[in-house]
């Protein structure tokens, strides 16, 4: 349970469900990253797949960003490359995936959730899913999923995020954004609203959808090496004595 889980169901219509969770607030330790990833990649990759749904479990906090207890364990450069090319590897597993995925938050996304979320074609959320881009606090910076946060809100919204990082935005300024396509009252009406869009989609000629979402993604071909490139940034500054303090401080409270 520790180590957190991710499970998958496809319909006979042929949608597919990826849900992750992690017992702390479904943050996304390296381990889990990596299985996230490679589970968006085969199950897009599958033959009844038509659509995917991106999700997690729990009510309040939809993804949490890096696992702080990772992170202070980083002791050199390769080690901070690798645990930051976990949420490239969650990104790129995405864009690169020829199917079309909706994304469900139903609560807060945080850092490197903000960037989840970012990542999925067509995203629904709740009125408490608000989001944080908090890694400055941490003396670190969203790099990573910076290409992804910015594709979508534009470059003013994502340095708004990432500058004024002990804040939160509401569900409805991250909608009026474009990170949002629609917020919902409840979970209820989220789960509704997911589910008929995901048999609307899955009625539809797959080739097109394969043909659009190439189209929607055009122009991000170099984020294999962009993002590892970002990954490195955040990897060399999680070394520092400030990132460490600062991390400390973070858990203590």
Same mark, same amino acid.
């Given at each position: 349970?520790?180590?957190?889980?991710?499970?998958? =169901?496809?319909?006979?219509?042929?949608? &597919?469900?990826?849900?992750?969770?992690?017992?702390? =607030?479904?943050?996304?330790?390296?381990?889990?990253?990596?299985?996230?990833?490679?589970?968006?990649?085969?199950?897009? @990759?599958?033959?009844?797949?038509?659509?995917?749904? *991106?999700?997690?479990?729990?009510?309040?906090?939809? #993804?949490? /960003?890096?696992?702080?207890?990772?992170?202070?364990?980083?002791?050199?450069?390769?080690?901070?490359?690798?645990?930051?090319?976990?949420?490239?590897? $969650?990104?790129?597993?995405?864009?690169?995936?020829?199917? +079309? +995925?909706?994304?469900?938050?139903?609560?807060?996304? +945080?850092?490197? /959730?903000?960037?989840?979320?970012?990542?999925?074609?067509? #995203?629904?959320?709740?009125? @408490?899913?608000?989001?944080? *881009?908090?890694?400055?606090? $941490?003396?670190? /910076?969203?790099?990573?999923?910076?290409?992804?946060?910015?594709?979508?809100? /534009?470059?003013?919204?994502?340095?708004?995020?990432? *500058?004024? &990082?002990?804040?939160?935005?509401?569900?409805? !300024?991250?909608? @009026?954004?474009?990170?949002?396509?629609?917020?919902?009252?409840?979970?209820?009406?989220?789960?509704?609203?997911?589910?008929?869009?995901?048999?609307?989609?899955? &009625?539809?000629?797959?080739?097109?959808?394969?043909? *659009?979402?190439? $189209? +929607? !993604? &055009?122009?991000?071909? =170099? !984020?294999?090496?962009?993002?590892?490139?970002?990954?490195?940034?955040?990897?060399?500054?999680?070394?520092?004595?400030?990132?460490?303090?600062?991390?400390?401080?973070?858990?203590?409270?």
């Amino acid at each position: 349970m520790q180590t957190g889980t991710v499970t998958t =169901h496809t319909t006979p219509e042929g949608i &597919a469900t990826i849900s992750f969770f992690h017992p702390s =607030h479904n943050s996304l330790p390296g381990a889990l990253l990596t299985k996230l990833a490679d589970t968006i990649t085969q199950v897009g @990759q599958q033959a009844a797949t038509k659509v995917i749904i *991106l999700k997690s479990e729990g009510a309040k906090t939809f #993804c949490a /960003g890096a696992s702080f207890d990772e992170l202070i364990a980083i002791e050199n450069e390769a080690q901070g490359l690798e645990f930051f090319s976990g949420f490239a590897k $969650v990104i790129n597993a995405c864009r690169t995936s020829s199917k +079309i +995925i909706i994304g469900r938050v139903q609560g807060k996304a +945080i850092g490197g /959730g903000v960037g989840v979320a970012a990542a999925t074609d067509y #995203c629904f959320a709740t009125a @408490q899913a608000s989001v944080k *881009l908090s890694e400055l606090v $941490v003396g670190i /910076g969203p790099f990573v999923v910076g290409p992804a946060v910015e594709r979508k809100i /534009g470059v003013a919204a994502y340095a708004q995020l990432a *500058l004024d &990082a002990a804040e939160f935005r509401s569900a409805t !300024w991250a909608q @009026q954004r474009g990170l949002y396509a629609e917020v919902l009252d409840s979970e209820e009406a989220l789960d509704a609203a997911v589910q008929a869009f995901a048999h609307k989609l899955a &009625a539809y000629n797959p080739e097109a959808l394969t043909d *659009l979402k190439r $189209v +929607i !993604w &055009a122009g991000t071909e =170099h !984020w294999d090496q962009l993002l590892v490139e970002r990954a490195a940034i955040s990897g060399r500054l999680v070394l520092s004595d400030f990132t460490r303090q600062a991390i400390r401080q973070f858990k203590a409270k």
